[in-house]
């Protein structure tokens, strides 16, 4: 039997330290909201929440983050990044570290935050973890058997610092899948001065943003292009955001020692993670045509491409986190 993840919540932050996360739930599912719910008991650092709500529904409560935002004015299209760019504008003064957490991930030990910050003496950039277990469905925190755990990865950063070569890492694939053997997202933290001058690339409305994230922070921006079938324009925009986030991490990447538990909201399999992008190709998606900002800043469709708009949208559904 192994024990759950601590359950000591701590509101004070640890040197600065701060968290920020967001929240959009275009098809309703219901276990993303409770795992947003069991996120939000067990984490132990202050939280910004933005919540992009649709339909006139919204799933947080007051109480499920210390600054809540809640918008109602965007598109339904993968939104991640947008909207913790719009989280980072509500940050304390105070606030000299950031981690932008996924709202599924429980941390084993209450301690992550000091580890992470004692990091970032050293990095400018820091994975939260070097494992991930993958949890199955139901499971909310409590101990469990080893054998419950549907698999585990290492973290990109932590196989990085440990000697992997940056390149190779990043294409690693677990054999006959499209799945990254190192994990690319879930929880980073970086010097809150580092994203005041670069901020989050915030254009990837399928995903991946995990991804172009860690290929610019490693050095291979060919990475995410590639694996994203980037068009003409989003390459340009994404190659001039990479190259400023990689001159802002002047002290290279990191990651703190710790697991994390990933909560069930569906199979990986129907995340399309092999083939989300090639679909979008068909329809020439260029950010700079297609996107606009609505008035409280998420994004919106700015062009007439219907089927582009459908094919978005019903990737959520076809995520099928409920099963």
């Known amino acids: 039997m192994?024990?759950?993840?601590?359950?000591?919540?701590?509101?004070?932050?640890?040197?600065?330290?701060w968290a920020i996360t967001s929240y959009f739930n275009p098809v309703g599912d219901r276990r993303r909201r409770d795992n947003f719910r069991i996120f939000r008991e067990r984490l132990s650092v202050p939280l910004v929440a933005v919540e992009l709500g649709f339909d006139g529904r919204f799933d947080l409560r007051d109480g499920d983050a210390d600054i809540l935002v809640r918008l109602d004015d965007g598109g339904v299209m993968f939104q991640k990044e947008r909207l913790l760019n719009l989280a980072r504008a509500h940050l304390p003064p105070e606030c000299r570290h950031v981690a932008w957490l996924d709202g599924d991930i429980l941390f084993e030990s209450d301690d992550w935050s000091e580890r992470a910050v004692a990091a970032l003496e050293r990095h400018s950039l820091v994975h939260l973890f070097d494992q991930v277990d993958y949890m199955p469905p139901g499971w909310a925190g409590a101990s469990f058997e080893p054998s419950e755990v549907h698999h585990s990865r290492r973290s990109l950063g932590a196989a990085v610092a440990g000697g992997e070569n940056a390149v190779l890492a990043l294409d690693r694939r677990i054999a006959g899948t499209h799945v990254a053997i190192y994990c690319k997202g879930f929880a980073w933290a970086a010097r809150r001065e580092v994203l005041d001058r670069v901020g989050f690339y915030d254009e990837c409305i399928v995903g991946g943003?995990?991804?172009?994230?860690?290929?610019?922070?490693l050095g291979d921006?060919?990475?995410a292009v590639r694996r994203q079938g980037m068009s003409p324009g989003q390459e340009n925009s994404y190659r001039d955001w990479a190259r400023a986030f990689g001159e802002a991490l002047d002290h290279g990447v990191g990651a703190v020692a710790g697991r994390i538990f990933h909560l069930w909201h569906g199979g990986l399999d129907s995340r399309m993670y092999g083939t989300r992008h090639v679909g979008m190709r068909r329809?020439?998606?260029e950010p700079a045509v297609d996107l606009a900002l609505s008035e409280s800043g998420a994004w919106r469709w700015n062009s007439s491409k219907p089927e582009m708009h459908d094919y978005v949208a019903s990737y959520f559904a076809a995520r099928k986190e409920d099963a």
């Open 283 to 285: 329809f020439g998606y």
């Open 2 to 17: 192994t024990a759950g993840p601590g359950g000591a919540v701590r509101r004070g932050g640890s040197e600065g330290l």
């Open 209 to 217: 943003g995990d991804s172009a994230l860690a290929a610019a922070a």
């Open 221 to 223: 921006v060919g990475y």
